[in-house]
């Protein structure tokens, strides 16, 4: 399966709703994920961690999708634009649009960057 698919493969579970999944199937143990903030997740608990706390706020994903994905397959990189919509439980909405870079050791994304449309 080429990085290209595995990318695919990954953002179709995220648009399931399977977010903790996804986690388990793509992610190496010592992952380093560096959001938009400048703030780093080190290791898959942490990001277990993270994704968990941030689905205890979600009431509803309103919407979501991929705009474009591509990959650098010789280098082991794939890059995902996507967009989601998100009503809070505290009332609050909020759309993020945002660029996914990650970098495949093998079958498994050990580092991941995300930037975001401001």
């Not at 994920?33 to 277990?48: C, L, N, P, T």
């Amino acid at each position: 399966m080429t990085y290209y698919e595995k990318a695919q493969d990954l953002f179709k579970m995220v648009e399931e709703g399977k977010l903790l999944e996804v986690l388990d199937k793509f992610y190496h143990e010592d992952v380093k994920i560096i959001a938009d903030d400048g703030s780093v997740r080190k290791g898959k608990v942490e990001a277990r961690n993270y994704n968990k706390d941030f689905l205890r706020e979600i009431q509803e994903i309103i919407g979501e999708g991929v705009k474009t994905i591509t990959s650098d397959e010789k280098r082991a990189i794939t890059m995902v634009e996507f967009w989601f919509e998100i009503q809070f439980k505290n009332g609050h909405k909020k759309k993020l649009e945002e660029v996914a870079i990650q970098h495949w050791e093998g079958d498994l994304i050990i580092k991941e960057n995300f930037y975001s449309k401001k």
